[in-house]
């Protein structure tokens, strides 16, 4: 899939229409778009976000979820989008539109085209609208499934975007992992982007459809409480989908009230002429920095308490481990030996059926005698007549593969640095909590420091809407534990209407489907463990390939090891002492080296064919990383690439020059009265000769 063309109408900078064509051909396959700094180059970038992703951009980048806070609230943000010229000169409208071709990720759908055009309103009773045509003409399979769910389906997971969107100065970010939440934020971004949660939700839905299966055959007992836990998990997933749209009001009214609270406090200090707006700006941010620190480490210590109960009878966890762990290797046993059973029948009947010469005669005596001897050797070798002599394990526990990893996993962190760990996050949460205290001191005493009727105004309608503010967080974390508590609730029932289906029988008419359907199962849980396996040692070598070809310590990095536990990802590095190394330690360009080679491994490893964008190109590196990245990432990265480079800042002369060979379209922005445009530079080889000459008297340079 690659984006044929992107056209802007009023959007932000962009005033009026603007389409620009970004076809590539399988050799020239980037598009280099530049221009002056506040010309247009992230706003671009900003759009086809919008675009795709509309209010839920916030959760394709940090920067967006900020900037949106900042603003108050989505509806606050996004209307701003609408080109200031315009709106004073009446338009209510901005929209911007998305071709993409080659599409081959739509089943059973043939597709030349498709265009996506989102569309907001300042005026009118509708917000927003978002069309999508497939070759021109609507399709009941979008209008069937949704539009935002088939946009996250068949075109780009909001998930996994900032894979394929990113900023190259920010992307450090992959290689500071502090928080056990931004590392479940990950794990899940790769294991989306790695295909392995596709198996996953496809054994869900077989197990799913066995236990369907079963209930059949279910005494009037056991189907009435099948049928009062579908109805109670039914109910507890329609009270979460309320909650989430209530949490999702609450949040948008806090933001607009915590923006409301930063301009009065602005306002005050201003007044009080104690600490200059720079001063204040930092405050402001590095409190926001530190609101988030501490929401995050207060949510870990809440994981790390909930724990404690465990660290506390260590003794009886490892027993129910032992127990997990037997009950696999008897579960796998079993199924190894069916497997056995089933292979060697059917080799056997095929060898029995083979034509034979006309002069080659084999007694039945000896026949068997050779049936039965394949059969021991078949269990022999694969394993199967050892397992056969372990005793019978009762099953207690009955945890899938993944579910006795995250158990193991939970274990070992219990017995090896659950304190330290405990006492880590304490300290960190006391420290951050402190130094906001501080910052929340000093800018009240700012604020105190204006003495008119005016400012005790303002510090009164601050107080209330701190008030109202204060009132909503706790609001929110209600919310927020209840949707924990029902998911928790709609797990457990889930495991007990799982253990209830699992003793039931097939009915005759379901059994050969049935007995399908759990080998299905079985090779599905053996194929996910493998794949996880496969995919781990591939991405481990990609990036050991990577950092080899483009660091300049080449002793820095010897191996890397990648763990998948369950749905956690850990990628860790090490030394050629083998000892594992702290990335925190690494160089700001070493850093983003390793982010940039862990981002084009997991885009390789995906398979998904979407067109990178990449932002601030180079920053952070020197001459040689910088080289290397224009030899061996860019152009390899993805089939279509998108650079939007900072001329003689973010990409010398010389790095254009390397990458030009496989350039097939250049763009500079240019802007006119405020208002941006695309320009085409014909002759790509002149790019630089044409940004001199129109840039000529910028300051930058």
């Not at 806090?254 to 930063?262: T, V």
């Not at 219990?414 to 420290?431: A, G, P, Q």
């Not at 601050?462 to 009132?471: F, G, R, T, W």
Request: charged share 35%.
């Amino acid at each position: 899939m690659i984006i044929k063309s992107i056209e802007l109408n009023n959007f932000r900078i962009y005033k009026g229409y603007h389409k620009i064509d970004l076809s590539i051909n399988d050799k020239e396959n980037i598009v280099i778009i530049s221009g002056k700094n506040g010309f247009g180059k992230t706003t671009f970038l900003m759009s086809l976000v919008w675009c795709l992703y509309g209010r839920q951009m916030c959760d394709v980048d940090e920067i967006y979820r900020r900037e949106i806070e900042n603003n108050g609230n989505y509806k606050k943000y996004i209307r701003n989008s609408l080109n200031h010229t315009a709106s004073e000169e009446g338009s209510t409208t901005f929209s911007v539109a998305i071709t993409f071709s080659n599409v081959t990720t739509i089943p059973e759908v043939t597709c030349n085209e498709l265009k996506l055009t989102r569309t907001y309103y300042t005026e009118g009773s509708q917000d927003e609208n978002l069309e999508i045509l497939i070759d021109g003409m609507e399709s009941e399979l979008v209008e069937e499934i949704g539009k935002e769910i088939f946009i996250r389906d068949f075109i780009m997971p909001k998930e996994i975007a900032k894979f394929f969107f990113f900023d190259a100065e920010k992307i450090v970010s992959l290689a500071e992992i502090h928080t056990e939440e931004q590392q479940k934020e990950l794990s899940r971004a790769y294991v989306e982007v790695l295909g392995i949660k596709q198996y996953q939700d496809l054994k869900e839905d077989l197990e799913g459809y066995l236990n369907k299966l079963k209930e059949e055959t279910a005494s009037y007992k056991d189907r009435t409480e099948l049928e009062r836990i579908g109805i109670d998990i039914k109910e507890k997933r329609d009270e979460n989908a309320e909650l989430q749209k209530q949490l999702q009001d609450l949040q948008e009214n806090s933001s607009l009230l915590r923006y409301n609270i930063s301009l009065l406090e602005e306002k005050l200090i201003k007044k009080g002429n104690i600490i200059t707006e720079e001063e204040f700006n930092e405050l402001r941010n590095r409190k926001e920095d530190l609101v988030k620190r501490v929401d995050n480490l207060q949510s870990e210590l809440k994981t790390y308490f909930e724990i404690i109960p465990f660290a506390m009878t260590g003794e009886l966890l490892m027993e129910v481990l032992e127990q997990v762990s037997n009950e696999r290797k008897f579960i796998n046993g079993s199924y190894d030996k069916d497997k056995a059973e089933e292979v060697s029948s059917k080799i056997i009947d095929e060898l029995i059926n083979i034509e034979k010469p006309n002069n080659f005669q084999i007694s039945y005596d000896v026949q068997q005698f050779y049936v039965e001897n394949f059969k021991l050797l078949l269990k022999k070798y694969l394993g199967v007549e050892e397992r056969q002599k372990e005793e019978i394990v009762d099953i207690i526990h009955n945890y899938s593969e993944s579910e006795a990893a995250d158990l193991r996993q939970f274990a070992n962190n219990i017995k090896i640095s659950f304190k330290e760990k405990l006492n880590t996050i304490h300290v960190d949460f006391i420290r951050a909590k402190n130094e906001l205290n501080e910052i929340n001191k000093k800018v009240r005493l700012a604020e105190e420091k204006s003495e008119d009727a005016l400012a005790k105004a303002d510090r009164e309608q601050k107080k209330e809407y701190q008030n109202v503010y204060d009132k909503l967080q706790q609001l929110i974390g209600v919310k927020r534990q209840n949707i924990q508590d029902n998911d928790n609730f709609i797990l457990q029932q889930t495991k007990n209407a799982n253990s209830i289906s699992e003793k039931l029988e097939l009915s005759k008419g379901n059994l050969a489907i049935g007995e399908e359907v759990g080998k299905t199962i079985q090779v599905l849980k053996s194929f996910i463990e493998t794949f996880k396996r496969e995919k781990a040692e591939s991405l481990e070598k990609r990036i050991e390939e990577g950092l080899a070809m483009l660091l300049h310590k080449r002793e820095l990095v010897k191996k890397v090891e990648i763990k998948i536990i369950g749905d956690v990802v850990d990628i860790n590095l090490k030394s050629d002492k083998d000892k594992y190394l702290n990335k925190d330690t690494f160089s700001k360009g070493e850093q983003q080296m390793y982010a940039t080679v862990l981002l084009k491994g997991l885009v390789d490893e995906s398979n998904i064919s979407f067109p990178v964008f990449i932002d601030s190109p180079m920053q952070k590196f020197d001459v040689d990383h910088s080289n290397s990245i224009v030899r061996y990432f860019y152009p390899k990265v993805s089939d279509q690439v998108i650079i939007f480079p900072l001329l003689k800042k973010e990409m010398t002369e010389d790095e254009y020059n390397l990458l030009l060979p496989n350039v097939s379209k250049t763009y500079l922005i240019r802007n006119k009265n405020n208002v941006s445009s695309f320009h085409n530079v014909e002759k790509k080889e002149d790019l630089f000769r044409v940004f001199e000459k129109e840039y000529q008297n910028a300051n930058e340079f």
